[in-house]
């Protein structure tokens, strides 16, 4: 199963999804085209700033 994975990243220097970097453009979008493996999956999208903070969120995904 396949899935486009997008957003828009603020304030942000560093986001990565399951530890691999997002390229981010000039506005702060960014996508990211996924192969999901059948049944469940947890993304982690993880983000720094140029302060030093970091935040996360994990989504489970499920696919048929």
């Known amino acids: 199963v396949f899935m486009t994975f997008s957003g ?6 560093t986001p990565t999804l399951d530890g691999n970097t997002l390229l981010i453009d000039e506005q702060g979008r960014f996508s990211k ?8 999956i947890i993304l982690t999208l993880r983000a720094n700033d140029r302060f030093g903070r970091s935040t996360s969120l994990s989504k489970e995904i499920v696919a048929p």
């Open 8 to 13: 828009r990243a603020l304030h942000t220097e």
């Open 33 to 40: 085209m996924l192969t999901l493996p059948r049944g469940g």
